[in-house]
Nanobody
């Protein structure tokens, strides 16, 4: 069974920084795309940032220039560096990964983490 474990959430003041981490564990061959999504109260889950195995990235317009996604393939871990955070960044942040189970890339599974709360407040 493949699991994603997020860490690093918490309370941060506006303008502050926070770093989220998400590590994949279990038996698998590789990980394709990894990403971060968020869901604020009363709103739908939305994409924050995604990163391909080859490090191509894309970001939501609302976080461009403030957040940076990165990954360490040797640790099966994805990170989200959040700078200049705003009150509207308050949400539960979910890690997402496309897990590959064989070298032919014929079997894959999209996996979600449990979520970590980020609250921006003074």
């Amino acid at each position: 069974q493949v699991q994603l474990a997020e860490s690093g959430g918490g309370l941060v003041q506006p303008g502050g920084s926070l770093r989220l981490s998400c590590a994949a564990s279990g038996l698998f061959f590789s990980i394709a795309d990894m990403g971060w999504y968020r869901q604020a109260p009363g709103k739908q889950r939305e994409l924050v940032a995604r990163i391909a195995r080859g490090a191509f990235t894309n970001y939501a317009d609302s976080v461009k220039g403030r957040f940076t996604i990165s990954r360490d393939n040797s640790k099966n871990t994805v990170y989200l560096q959040m700078n200049s955070v705003k009150p509207e960044d308050t949400a539960v942040y979910y890690c997402n990964a496309v897990i590959i189970f064989d070298a032919a890339f014929s079997r894959s599974l999209e996996v979600w983490g449990q979520g970590t709360q980020v609250t921006t407040s003074s």
